[in-house]
């Protein structure tokens, strides 16, 4: 079957790609024909060392393919290095798949501000230097897609990992925030939060989770979120073994006080505040909120 979500003339920077999930997304873009910049600093799973060995494998199988690439091995850190590379090497820049990462799990009361810097750095940081890098460029061609990758560790908390959740929900902040900015330059910037067998989930997976969560079964919906024809913008959706659903934020109809009130008053009516069965919405902006509440305080005006 002809492939028909194709990606020539376009540009699409990987990072991380030199391994689990960032391998098998620059693969597939460039058995589509995108040029693909395959970034990765080849660092340990807890973001020591360096080697430049994984991106120049990759680059030579997506050559030996037929395909366009060339390997970079800055760190994301440095993400405006890889952004002068991809236009140095193909004079534009599509599509930005914000992968890379390192893990340094370990309890909040162990944790040293080291192991918080270097996950915030590499994860968050790195995307919005790497996304900065590029506006310009995206914006100037009225194009872009930019997929951020988050995790439920981000979504719902875990233990052992407060680096890292918060490094995650904060790039689904990042994207919220970037769809908003990009969409009248048809740049657009979706989360992805996916479960997948890599080196990253070898002591956490089962081997039958580890056969059924392969990255191959994450790439579809990635390959879609970085094509033209998806119009997505600031979503976030939770990916694994041929499983795509979508998240948003629910809100309660909640309670209000008219007038003084007291944290009595807050327990007294604390169930009904937090009680979701009743006339629920699904906020999406800023301006959600104060609708909201001038809604409340609109209806419990005195009537003339
Ligand atoms: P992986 O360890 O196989 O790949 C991460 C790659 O990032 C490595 O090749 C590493 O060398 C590279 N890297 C690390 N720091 C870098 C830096 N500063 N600059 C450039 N490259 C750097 O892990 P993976 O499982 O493929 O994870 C990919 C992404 O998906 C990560 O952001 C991870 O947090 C996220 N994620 C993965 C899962 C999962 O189940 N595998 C779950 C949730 C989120």
Redesign the pocket.
Known sequence: MALKLRFDNRVAIV??A?????RAYALELAKRGAKVVV?????S?T?EGASSK?ADLLVEEIKSNGGVAIPNYD???QGHKIIEAAIKAFGRIDIIIN????LRDVSVQKMTEKDWDMVIA??LK?AFILVKAAWKYMREQKYGRIIN?S???GLYGNFGQANYSTA?LGLHGLTQTLAKEGDKYNIKCNTI????A????QDIFTPDLHELLV?EKVVPLVTYLAHENCNENGGLYEVAGGYIGKLRWQRSQGVFYPGTFTAEDVKAKWNEAGNFDGNNDYPSALTDTLQKVMKFIEISKPKL
Do not use: Y
């Not at 890599?198 to 989930?201: A, D, L």
């Open positions: 990072t991380g030199g391994g689990g999930l960032g970034n990765d600093l080849g660092v799973r973001g994984a760190s994301v850190e992968n890379a990462g390192i590499v994860h790195g990758t995790s439920s560790s995650k939060a996916p479960s997948a890599s080196r990253m989930t990255p």
